[in-house]
Every structure is written in C-alpha cells, then in structure tokens.
Nanobody
Framework: QVQLVESGGGLVQAGGSLRLSCAAS????????MGWFRQAPGKEREFVAA????????YYAESVKGRFTISRNNAKNTVYLQMNSLKPEDTAVYYC??????????????????WGQGTQVTVSS
C-alpha cells in the first residue's frame, strides 16, 4: 500500500482559492489512480475528483466541476487539488485516496485502498 499525507487546507473567504497537496510514499505511486473526497460534519464522505495514473483522464463531481482541478506529478509522488471560487458549502475535511486499479476513475469510497488523514478546509461567507 501507499501512504498518503494531505496538506494545504485552511480558512478562506468565499470566492477565494486553495491548493491541496497529497504526498505519497513508495515507488509505486504512478501505478495508482488517485481521488479526492470530502466529508462535512454529520454527512457521509463524498467524491470530489479523480485522476488516472498518467493524469490523462480526470472526473469531477458536478458540484465542483469548473471550479476545482485535479492534477498529479508522478516524479514528485504528489497529487493536487486546485480549488477556485470556493463556497461555504465546500467546507469539509478533504481526503486523498489511492486506487490500485490505475485506469479506473471511480466515485466509490470502498474501491480506494489507501487514505490520508485529511486536511480541513473552511470557507467563510
């Protein structure tokens, strides 16, 4: 398994931007498809975005499409989530996750085998 550590969360005003990073340990990072999820208090964890092992394919939740961008740098073992035009409803703990099926772009939580500890994003109105 790959170990994941998120960073870049914080407090931002509505309309602002943040970039989250997820650093992976291990030499097999490029073998994994990667995803970002979020979980707000009292709610289930929900899919945000996913990216294939090459970065050539991406998929987004409708709620973030056009505002968020997922990318990866396999040389740096890192996946990113650029978040623009943030809204208060984007407030949540954000998690990155790794899927061993490197070509699959899935929204299903249980298909991701490794998870980071999460980073808090708070958007004030």
């Amino acid at each position: 398994q790959v170990q994941l550590v998120e960073s870049g969360g914080g407090l931002v005003q509505a309309g602002g931007s943040l970039r989250l990073s997820c650093a992976a340990s291990g030499r097999t990072f490029s073998s994994y498809a990667m995803g970002w999820f979020r979980q707000a208090p009292g709610k289930e964890r929900e899919f945000v975005a996913a990216i294939s092992w090459t970065g050539g394919s991406t998929y987004y939740a409708e709620s973030v499409k056009g505002r968020f961008t997922i990318s990866r740098n396999n040389a740096k073992n890192t996946v990113y989530l650029q978040m623009n035009s943030l809204k208060p409803e984007d407030t949540a703990v954000y998690y990155c996750a790794a899927d061993r099926d490197r070509g699959r772009l899935t929204t299903t939580v249980s298909w991701y085998e490794s998870w980071g500890q999460g980073t808090q994003v708070t958007v004030s109105s």
